[in-house]
């Protein structure tokens, strides 16, 4: 059976069955039909946050179709429960360009998904359309403003960096020429589109503690300079009243369930490898007011995603995690030990045991935040035994348990020994959280502390353009702001092809750009693809539906 094969297959619990599990009744959320709810942020109780658990699911450096962090999310919950551990997972929504080009969905697989995976993966409660309309309603706003002869801020059309945003894969609006057409069709200048999921208005909604502060940030959006230097942001246009009204209602976070009924938060959803890759602080502090233990999740590998959930997430909304599980699959520890993609399914001991040292380093670094990793290996039926033995040994070596996973083919049954390892380290409390920088340290400071600490590199080097953003940075006083690297997810390096656990090599800052609204600083490093193209067969060739509205072909 495919993934919609099976999520057809089982007869979905109403969402006032699965929110009587976390105490909460009929009048005090929103429903979307009987299978989705919005939750009102009231319900969140720091408190119960204080007393709460929260289990974070990271993974090595990963192969371009991912390594199950969700479906293994999903599981360890289904799992945790299993062992009579009260558990919600909290999760970040899916992508349009992902389901339409090549990694398909992301609602998990197999025997561990979130339901109704359909609806999830298209257009759920239109949390991503908001935010596209609010993030098209500034664009709209500044060019607007550049055209007008009696509201004008005189703002540089050269010094924008504010693009246009759209939730599908379309390489050929990368780049674009907007205000063609005459004087009054606008002023000529070029521009372009990201997807949605890199929008600093995702980012925004995903850090923002509620409407007042999403407000706020929205406001602190940093959209260029005018002809006389001066910083230009949303609030001088009066922005931000509009496009929180267009927010209003996605920043509540949503609550589904999995295939076993068990409760699910979804909510958010940033690129890990441009933004923080993490769901929203709303949907993590909800989960944790209502369940007593959580498990969430973090893009990418622990060199992105993880490091980001901690050092901005984590200590911008007061959050520690008791325990992080680092998923590893055998395919990934074959790429990095053989760079070769084409034969990862064939028995390769040789190759499993020189990509150990990508598994080390990441175990390695989140020790170095003070937390206590589980390695889950996610297991699939062209795994043997003598390579999941390698890896048992090497965590072993490393004092880190390491389970093997069976979620996709038996759900939370596959997931009972992680869950009872995971809930050993969790009820034992020894975590001691620490960040690997000061938010009050210079920003080179804190930039070389994520490269060499965590990226491994042995020194940092700034572009002529970059050392300018640093200055301007400064002007702005600005450098207080955590640091949210953009970096290729393939590597622990700012090279893709530089697999494994790279060594004594230079991390190059091309420049920094301003996330203002956010609350970070971003450093661009190597090529980053904000608007992705689709494959030469999408996944959208595949997807279907009948006369009955049945959908197919999604995963």
């Known amino acids: 059976m495919t993934d919609i094969d099976i999520a057809q297959s089982v007869k979905l619990k109403h969402i006032k069955e699965i929110a009587s599990q976390l105490g909460i009744g009929e009048e005090d959320m929103e429903m979307y039909g009987r299978n989705k709810a919005k939750l009102p942020l009231t319900l969140i109780d720091e408190n119960k946050i204080r007393q709460n658990k929260l289990i974070l699911v990271t993974a090595i450096s990963p192969t371009p179709a991912g390594e199950g962090k969700t479906t293994i999310s999903i599981g360890l919950t289904q799992g945790l429960n299993k062992i009579n551990k009260k558990t919600t997972v909290v999760l970040r929504e899916p992508s349009l360009g992902p389901v339409f080009g090549i990694k398909g969905g992301a609602a998990g697989g197999g025997w561990s998904q979130v339901l109704p995976m359909e609806e999830i993966n298209l257009h759920f409660t239109g949390d991503f359309s908001a935010v596209e309309k609010a993030h098209n309603l500034l664009a709209a706003l500044i060019d ?27 390489r050929s609006l990368r780049k674009v020429v907007i205000g063609l057409g005459g004087l009054g069709q606008g002023v000529p200048r070029e521009g372009g589109f990201d997807i949605t999921a890199a929008s600093e208005i995702m980012a925004i909604l995903c850090l923002s503690k509620n409407l007042q502060d999403l407000k706020e940030r929205i406001g602190n959006i940093f959209i260029g300079f005018t002809n006389d230097k001066k910083p230009v942001y949303a609030k001088d246009l009066n922005a931000q009243g509009a496009m929180t009204a267009l927010l209003k209602d996605a920043i509540k976070p949503n609550l589904v369930q999995t295939i076993e009924g068990t409760p699910a938060i979804i909510h958010g959803g940033p690129f890990a490898n441009i933004a923080q890759g993490t769901n929203t602080v709303v949907a993590t502090k909800m989960g944790m007011s209502l369940s007593p233990y959580v498990v969430t999740e973090a893009g990418f590998g622990a060199d992105l995603g993880a490091e980001k959930f901690l050092d901005i997430k984590c200590v911008s ?32 001991p040789e190759a499993v045991s020189r990509g150990l040292e990508n598994l080390e380093k990441h175990i390695e670094n989140i020790q170095q935040f003070g937390l206590t990793p589980i390695v889950a290996i996610n297991k699939f039926l062209t795994d043997s035994e003598e390579e999941i033995a390698l890896i048992k040994a090497k965590c072993a070596e490393k004092g880190v348990n390491a389970e093997v996973a069976e979620v996709w083919a038996k759900g939370g049954d596959g997931a009972v020994d992680l869950a009872k390892a995971v809930a050993k380290v969790v009820d034992n409390n020894q975590a001691g959280f620490s960040p690997i920088y000061d938010w009050n340290d210079t920003v080179t400071d804190k930039i070389k502390a994520i490269a060499t600490k965590v990226y491994g590199a042995s020194r940092v080097e700034y572009t002529s353009q970059a050392k300018k953003d640093l200055s301007r940075i400064a002007q702005l006083g600005l450098d207080h702001l955590p640091i949210c690297v953009a970096k290729t997810q393939k590597s622990l390096s700012d090279d893709p092809t530089l697999l494994g656990r790279p060594r004594d090599f230079t991390l190059t800052v091309r420049e920094i750009e301003i996330a203002a609204g956010a609350g970070f600083l971003v450093p661009i490093t190597g090529e980053m693809m904000r608007m992705p193209g689709l494959p030469a067969t999408p996944s959208a060739e595949a997807i279907d539906i009948d006369e009955k509205g049945n959908i197919s072909g999604l995963f």
Do not use: C, F
């Open 144 to 170: 607007n403003n550049i055209q007008s002869k009696t509201h004008s801020l005189d703002i540089d059309p050269r010094t924008i960096a504010w693009k246009r945003v759209m939730d599908m894969n379309d």
């Open 317 to 348: 909304a007061g959050l520690a995690p008791s325990a992080v599980v680092i998923v590893a699959t055998i395919k990934a520890l074959k790429y990095h030990g053989s760079g070769d993609l084409k034969n990862l399914s064939e028995p390769n």
